[in-house]
């Protein structure tokens, strides 16, 4: 069996569903040193774009590898044991996947060169795109993300905010927020306020899962994360918590699966979405409304239509 270097998974993600992992930069080529970093500690930070893994190489080994995959892949995901957006082909990967297969695009990225117009301009081909946003105070920002030199917060927030006026996909906007560090209530609002004026189409509130670089990156509890997401929830009208500590607190936005479909047929009698248009809507998980979305299918109460590679699903004329 061929091994890959780039590719991983496809793995379940509960914002993207069945996600094919792709990197686009080796190990640690990043912008920050996150407190809370799964990947291992940044030792020199970076803030120059290059073709660090060659676009030929990358494709090349997507192609084989779709080539010989016949499971669910629900988007290919562009990320990296680093920052995403330094491959400076970034724009053109993006483009070439959507004209060869017909998979939707996501892009995980940390946001630190969002305010560089190029990257604006190439994140926007993607179909999803979930930027992070751990601070809104330069201070606060330091110690959470320990930034390379002159990256500035207040900056960040600018080129957000610039991205989403010329972004038509979906935005996830990601808050991770480690306990004693980013986690402040007064930082909190300042995130929600930076949040509400780049305007994502959610916010997904995390905290630390998985052991990270630093002894000093500590989750926050259950209880915490619903404070946060109290506050958050001021400033936007779709928070939710992913982290798997909060699973228990989290409360059904449904009461029952009647109420969802009920729900879900009304938005889509509006006009036809994709799955993931009523998971960013509903605040449900990808497998949940995948699903749904299937069985209702098999009732013959919705149907699918296709619209560049975008798989849409409304009701059928004479339902
Ligand atoms: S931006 Fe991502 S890869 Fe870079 S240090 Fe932070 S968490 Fe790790």
């Given at each position: 069996?061929?091994?890959?270097?780039?590719?991983?998974?496809?793995?379940?993600?509960r914002?993207?569903?069945?996600?094919?992992?792709?990197?686009?930069?080796?190990?640690?080529?990043?912008?920050?040193?996150?407190?809370?970093?799964?990947?291992?500690?940044?030792?020199?930070?970076?803030?120059?774009?290059?073709?660090?893994?060659?676009?030929?190489?990358?494709?090349?080994?997507?192609?084989?590898?779709?080539?010989?995959?016949?499971?669910?892949?629900?988007?290919?995901?562009?990320?990296?044991?680093?920052?995403?957006?330094?491959?400076?082909?970034?724009?053109?990967?993006?483009?070439?996947?959507?004209?060869?297969?017909?998979?939707?695009?996501?892009?995980?990225?940390?946001?630190?060169?969002?305010?560089?117009?190029?990257?604006?301009?190439?994140?926007?081909?993607?179909?999803?795109?979930?930027?992070?946003?751990?601070?809104?105070?330069?201070?606060?920002?330091?110690?959470?993300?320990?930034?390379?030199?002159?990256?500035?917060?207040?900056?960040?927030?600018?080129?957000?905010?610039?991205?989403?006026?010329?972004?038509?996909?979906?935005?996830?906007?990601?808050?991770?927020?480690?306990?004693?560090?980013?986690?402040?209530?007064?930082?909190?609002?300042?995130?929600?306020?930076?949040?509400?004026?780049?305007?994502?189409?959610s916010?997904?509130?995390?905290?630390?899962?998985?052991?990270?670089?630093?002894?000093?990156?500590?989750?926050?509890?259950p209880?915490?994360l619903e404070?946060?997401r109290s506050?958050?929830s001021?400033?936007?009208p779709n928070v939710r918590v992913l982290?798997?500590?909060y699973k228990h607190l989290e409360k059904p936005q449904f009461s029952s699966e009647e109420d969802l479909i009920n729900e879900l047929m009304n938005i889509i009698r509006?006009?036809?979405m994709?799955v993931?248009?009523i998971v960013t809507s509903t605040g449900s998980d990808f497998f949940e409304i995948s699903n749904l979305v299937k069985k209702l299918?098999?009732e013959?109460l919705l149907?699918?239509?296709?619209?560049?590679?975008?798989?849409?699903?409304?009701?059928?004329?004479?339902?």
């Open positions: 069996m061929e091994k890959y270097k780039y590719i991983f998974g496809p793995i379940p993600s914002r993207l569903g069945m996600s094919l992992g792709v990197d686009l930069v080796p190990y640690k080529v990043c912008i920050y040193d996150c407190v809370f970093c799964e990947v291992g500690k940044t030792l020199k930070t970076v803030n120059i774009r290059k073709e660090y893994i060659k676009k030929e190489d990358i494709l090349g080994e997507l192609e084989r590898f779709l080539g010989n995959f016949s499971g669910q892949i629900d988007h290919i995901t562009l990320t990296g044991s680093g920052e995403t957006t330094l491959n400076v082909k970034l724009g053109e990967i993006i483009k070439e996947i959507k004209e060869k297969f017909t998979y939707p695009v996501a892009v995980l990225t940390h946001s630190g060169n969002i305010t560089d117009p190029h990257v604006r301009l190439e994140l926007s081909y993607a179909d999803v795109v979930c930027p992070s946003l751990d601070a809104a105070t330069q201070e606060v920002f330091e110690k959470v993300n320990r930034p390379y030199h002159g990256v500035k917060i207040d900056e960040i927030i600018v080129g957000l905010r610039e991205f989403r006026e010329i972004f038509k996909g979906t935005m996830f906007l990601e808050v991770l927020l480690v306990q004693g560090i980013n986690d402040s209530e007064g930082e909190l609002e300042k995130i929600g306020e930076a949040a509400r004026y780049i305007n994502p189409d916010i997904h509130i995390n905290t630390v899962d998985r052991p990270g670089s630093y002894p000093e990156a500590k989750p926050l509890l209880e915490q404070f946060a506050i958050l001021k400033y936007h982290s798997r500590s509006r006009r036809p994709t993931l248009d299918q098999q013959n149907e699918e239509v296709k619209l560049n590679g975008n798989k849409f699903y409304k009701i059928p004329s004479k339902v």
